[in-house]
């Protein structure tokens, strides 16, 4: 008897030619979510996906309206009931394209120059959905599913995913799963397999000082009347202590510590202080005391300024006192940081250190929870044991600095995990000009996801 494993990946690597030529396919519709035009793309793209897992004998494959883009569906549940079942995600919409003169090729005109391929779309995340489309059609083209499989496939994540919510809500029986996969991280390098496992959340604010009802002249009233814009950066400025702490009351109380194991595994991936340098430009490195850079920016919670408004910005001199500033404030939590709460342990501090000779005011924006995976889990391990086989080295596990709403969505909806995986590159110019994919890393992704579902049967 042959070995189905063995039979499937010989399959992924006699027809990555025509994979090749369909994710060209894929790549050439414009589903640019944030443009009205583009609306009849929008719809081309959902059912070119729901097409492709037609052809591949899913079961109640439907491209579902929504208020704004199609979400895909299909599933395929003979596996029986003690197998597993994994919702795998992905999204079909892209980013705008601009600035089209940056391009060296056109964005939807999918060129492949030595082993990369260039377009719009092409790392986040078209090729990352085919090539889990395609681990798929690898094994029921020569053995049958050791897994089930559910599809999830929208067109709105670029744009926030206003209607995947609902949509979740809606049919959380039919989505119903033990577990999801979100191929839409990926490696720090082609050669280094890469996991990972946790996903900072958000909280954000927009913070306003009000002093005078008007703007006044700063020779008249300077002095007398303080400036709003002064009393901002004041309170910005003791939102930090000496050591990097944050000192909004409370603020560490629910943040998960983390564990000598898991600072260990940290400290195996390769980025270095001269890597945050190189790649930022700033004369030096800064952070909370007591931690690496790399636990800064994924496993401890940040308190930034994201803009700063405030009076005369124009060229030349205007002596104004202003009469507001604004700064947008976003906070990265971390693991058992509740977005809410934040927002009080803001509201507290700044009645606590705010003077009375001003007004202000707080409006708490978008917002959402840390996630955090098990890293012993059988879904994890059996990831790790995939990358393990077609790299040939243990994959490192990261935490991500920024956020997936989506992985925090799946936890509290759907009451699963995500195993977060991806084939994309640091310099893949995801959102950017010139867009691209490395083309021996998709394939060998298309190998690691093949192993991986023969890994869940065990």
């Known amino acids: 008897m042959s ?57 109640h494959v439907q491209v579902y309206a929504t208020n704004r883009h199609p979400v895909v569906y ?17 999204h079909y919409d892209v980013q705008p394209a601009d600035p089209l003169e940056l391009w060296t090729s056109g964005p939807f005109e999918p060129t492949v120059r030595g082993e990369n391929i260039y377009a719009r779309g092409i790392t986040d995340m078209k090729g990352q959905v085919l090539a889990s489309i395609k681990a798929i059609e690898a094994i029921v083209r020569t053995s049958s599913l050791p897994v089930n499989v559910k599809f999830l496939i929208e067109g709105e ?14 049919h959380k029986d039919l989505l119903a799963c033990d577990f999801a996969v ?13 996991i990972t496992y946790a996903l900072r959340g958000l909280a954000y604010f927009e913070l ?8 006044l002249h700063s020779g008249v009233f300077g002095g007398a009347i303080l400036n709003p814009a002064q009393a901002l950066c004041e309170l910005i400025a003791g939102m930090h202590d000496a050591q990097g702490h944050i ?3 409370g603020f560490y109380d629910s943040v998960r510590p983390i564990e000598a194991e898991e600072r260990a595994e940290l400290a195996r991936l390769p980025i270095t202080d001269e ?9 030096a490195l800064y952070g909370e005391a007591g931690y690496t850079p790399i636990e800064h920016v994924g496993a401890r919670p940040t308190l930034e300024v994201n803009g700063l408004l405030s009076g005369f910005t124009g060229e030349g001199a205007k002596t104004v006192l202003p009469a507001w500033a604004m700064a947008k404030i976003s906070c990265r939590l971390v693991p058992d940081q509740d977005p809410e709460e934040v927002h009080q342990q803001m509201l507290k501090y700044l009645e606590a250190h705010a003077p009375k000779t001003i007004r202000w005011t707080l409006a708490k924006h978008t917002g959402g929870p840390a996630s955090i995976s098990d890293r012993k889990s059988a879904y994890v391990q059996a990831l790790s044991q995939a990358m393990e086989t077609v790299w040939g080295k243990r994959p490192v596990f990261k935490r991500e600095g920024g956020s997936v709403p989506v992985v925090t969505q799946f936890q509290q909806i759907l009451g699963v995990e995500s195993v977060n995986t991806g084939f994309g590159l ?17 394939r060998r992704g298309i190998d690691a996801l093949i192993h991986f579902f023969f890994n869940l049967a065990q």
């Open 275 to 283: 890597f945050f340098l190189r790649n930022t430009g700033a004369p």
């Open 182 to 194: 979100n191929p839409d991280t990926g490696m720090l390098s082609p050669d280094l397999p890469t």
């Open 426 to 442: 640091p310099d893949d110019n995801m959102h950017s000009p010139n867009e691209k994919m490395h083309l021996p890393t998709w």
């Open 208 to 215: 306003r000082v009000h002093g005078p009802d008007h703007d």
């Open 3 to 59: 070995d189905p494993r063995a039979a499937a990946i010989q399959y992924a690597h006699d027809h990555q030619d025509r994979f090749l030529e369909e994710l060209k396919e894929f790549a050439t519709i414009p589903s640019i979510s944030t443009d009205p035009a583009a609306v009849p793309d929008m719809q081309r793209a959902a059912e070119w996906v729901a097409a492709q897992l037609h052809a591949l004998g899913l079961e």
């Open 74 to 90: 299909g599933d395929w549940l003979k596996a029986g009931a003690k197998a597993p079942t994994a919702l795998i995600y992905g």
């Open 157 to 170: 994540e670029e744009i926030g995913s206003p209607s995947l919510v609902p949509f979740m809500h809606e």
């Open 247 to 249: 000192t909004l009351p």
